[in-house]
């Protein structure tokens, strides 16, 4: 590969709740297990990953990333790091092809959690990258037939109608590597996408809160901090009203208080968090990036190398990778052209 080759790298993002499958379908992309998988309810994904894949001759980059019900951390924390590694991914020029979305045919009913998740999903989107989406159910072999269609009717009458009808597609995952290979090859045959979150964030410079799916999540902290007020108020009139007997009560009522004022001042910190211009921070890293490895190799650098180092800067790296992404870079010409040797992930992500 010359200085001046641009390889195709091709990107895909995996949403939904914890639970639906999301690391189970990468593994079942790579061939093996990369990402660990959940066995209970708590979230096994908590930070996002990148993933290399190939479908075909095509390098794709899968973004696997944790369901805004994480049992671990907070909604603020993961819109902020999905939204660096798209404003990083938008500014290096990788192809997006899309979005998958995935959601358990064993739910009997959208939850409260399923609904915020699936809000804030399309929220990031926005309405004109909606055709680039791809609905996916999991879990068939745990239903029958009978139950897993009149749910999946359900889900194209009522809670996805609105996006099937704006270009979206629903498919069926039914959990081996060729159903896999099938649904992602859906979006890799469709022209690179823009997200709205991406526009807002990169083009328009808006910070994260001023963004369509920050100010939705700054909304939902607005009641949080609302209902630990009341509840605030509620325990130190409780304190107030008690007598000076009560001693026990009055010593658990202000450990209520105290765990009630935490919680308040974690949602606050939440909000205050939302207040970035992500684009441009992340715009600030590339370049310094950019300028370390112009330090390093003479010469014009190659795309896909700079570029997997500087993804590789904004998500985890799961460990059994590295010889995928060696096979993609290979042992790089060390002639006068560059000499920009990558051969191992380990000196990729060095730099």
């Given at each position: 590969m010359t200085a001046q080759t641009k390889e195709k790298l091709s990107m895909i993002v995996v949403m939904g709740v914890t639970g639906a499958g999301k690391s189970y379908f990468i593994n079942r992309l790579a061939g093996r297990e990369v990402v660990q998988e959940g066995a209970d309810?708590?979230?096994?994904?908590?930070?996002?990953?990148?993933?290399?894949i190939e479908i075909g001759a095509s390098k794709v980059i899968l973004i696997d990333t944790p369901g805004f019900d994480d049992t671990t951390r907070t909604d603020s924390e993961i819109l902020t790091e999905i939204a660096?590694?798209?404003?990083?991914?938008?500014?290096?020029?990788?192809?997006?092809?899309?979005?998958?979305?995935?959601?358990?045919?064993t739910d009997i009913r959208y939850s409260r959690s399923s609904v915020k998740t699936f809000d804030i999903f399309k929220k990031i989107c926005g309405e004109r990258a909606l055709k680039n989406v791809l609905l996916i159910t999991s879990r068939w072999d745990d239903v029958s037939q009978t139950v897993g269609s009149d749910r999946e009717r359900q889900l194209k009458e009522r809670f996805w109608a609105y996006m099937l009808s704006r270009g979206s597609n629903i498919?069926?995952?039914?959990?081996?590597?060729?159903?896999?290979?099938?649904?992602?090859?859906?979006?890799?045959?469709?022209?690179?996408?823009?997200?709205?979150?991406?526009?807002?964030?990169?083009?328009?410079?808006?910070?994260?809160?001023?963004?369509?799916?920050?100010?939705y999540v700054s909304e939902n902290i607005d009641d949080l901090k609302k209902k630990y007020e009341e509840e605030l108020a509620s325990l130190e009139k409780l304190k107030q009203d008690l007598q000076e007997s009560d001693r026990a009560m009055k010593r658990q009522l202000q450990r209520d208080w105290e765990?009630?004022?935490?919680?308040?001042?974690?949602?606050q910190q939440e909000q205050v968090s939302l207040q970035r211009p992500v684009g441009v921070e992340v715009q600030q890293q590339i370049t310094r990036k950019k300028s370390k490895?112009?330090?390093?190799?003479?010469?014009?650098?190659?795309?896909?190398?700079?570029?997997?180092?500087?993804?590789?800067?904004?998500?985890?790296?799961?460990p059994g990778v590295t010889e995928i992404?060696?096979?993609?870079?290979?042992?790089?010409?060390?002639?006068?052209?560059?000499?920009?040797?990558?051969?191992?992930?380990?000196?990729?992500?060095?730099?």
């Amino acid at each position: 590969m010359t200085a001046q080759t641009k390889e195709k790298l091709s990107m895909i993002v995996v949403m939904g709740v914890t639970g639906a499958g999301k690391s189970y379908f990468i593994n079942r992309l790579a061939g093996r297990e990369v990402v660990q998988e959940g066995a209970d309810l708590d979230s096994c994904t908590q930070a996002c990953q990148l993933v290399p894949i190939e479908i075909g001759a095509s390098k794709v980059i899968l973004i696997d990333t944790p369901g805004f019900d994480d049992t671990t951390r907070t909604d603020s924390e993961i819109l902020t790091e999905i939204a660096r590694i798209l404003s990083c991914q938008y500014q290096l020029g990788v192809e997006l092809k899309g979005v998958i979305y995935i959601h358990r045919i064993t739910d009997i009913r959208y939850s409260r959690s399923s609904v915020k998740t699936f809000d804030i999903f399309k929220k990031i989107c926005g309405e004109r990258a909606l055709k680039n989406v791809l609905l996916i159910t999991s879990r068939w072999d745990d239903v029958s037939q009978t139950v897993g269609s009149d749910r999946e009717r359900q889900l194209k009458e009522r809670f996805w109608a609105y996006m099937l009808s704006r270009g979206s597609n629903i498919s069926r995952f039914h959990g081996d590597r060729d159903s896999a290979v099938g649904l992602v090859s859906q979006l890799l045959m469709k022209e690179t996408v823009v997200l709205e979150l991406q526009e807002e964030l990169v083009d328009k410079g808006k910070r994260l809160d001023e963004t369509t799916a920050g100010s939705y999540v700054s909304e939902n902290i607005d009641d949080l901090k609302k209902k630990y007020e009341e509840e605030l108020a509620s325990l130190e009139k409780l304190k107030q009203d008690l007598q000076e007997s009560d001693r026990a009560m009055k010593r658990q009522l202000q450990r209520d208080w105290e765990n009630e004022r935490a919680r308040l001042q974690r949602a606050q910190q939440e909000q205050v968090s939302l207040q970035r211009p992500v684009g441009v921070e992340v715009q600030q890293q590339i370049t310094r990036k950019k300028s370390k490895l112009s330090s390093i190799v003479s010469g014009v650098l190659p795309f896909l190398p700079t570029a997997l180092s500087i993804l590789g800067s904004f998500v985890g790296i799961p460990p059994g990778v590295t010889e995928i992404f060696a096979s993609w870079i290979g042992i790089t010409d060390t002639s006068s052209e560059g000499g920009f040797d990558f051969s191992s992930l380990g000196d990729l992500l060095a730099f």
